[in-house]
């Protein structure tokens, strides 16, 4: 093998490298992105079983809900006091 040809051999492996390399970094981003977009929709999924209804900002509620919710928060200290006994 002379020179020219190890030397292109050495190019070629460090391109396979940082090919490599980037499709392993790409499949990570691309993992954690559908992972972020499942949990996220079902995030969702479970704030429209519990009642809040889907397209409001973050911790918006309608104003029949607020009523609801500060209604529940002044109960969760009494819940927590039986639940503690």
């Known amino acids: ?10 190019t070629r492996v460090a391109r396979y490298e940082a090919a490599l390399e980037e499709l392993r ?3 990570h981003d691309v993992r954690a992105l559908l992972q972020d977009q499942v949990l996220y929709e079902r995030w969702q999924q479970i704030g429209v ?11 918006a509620a309608p104003n029949g809900q607020q ?3 500060q209604a529940l928060n002044q109960q969760i200290p009494q819940m927590s006091e039986s ?3």
């Open 1 to 10: 093998m002379t020179t020219y040809e190890t030397l292109d051999l050495h």
């Open 25 to 27: 970094s790409s499949h």
């Open 49 to 59: 079983e519990l009642g809040f209804v889907a397209g409001h900002g973050a911790g």
């Open 67 to 69: 009523a609801d919710l």
């Open 83 to 85: 639940w503690a006994s």
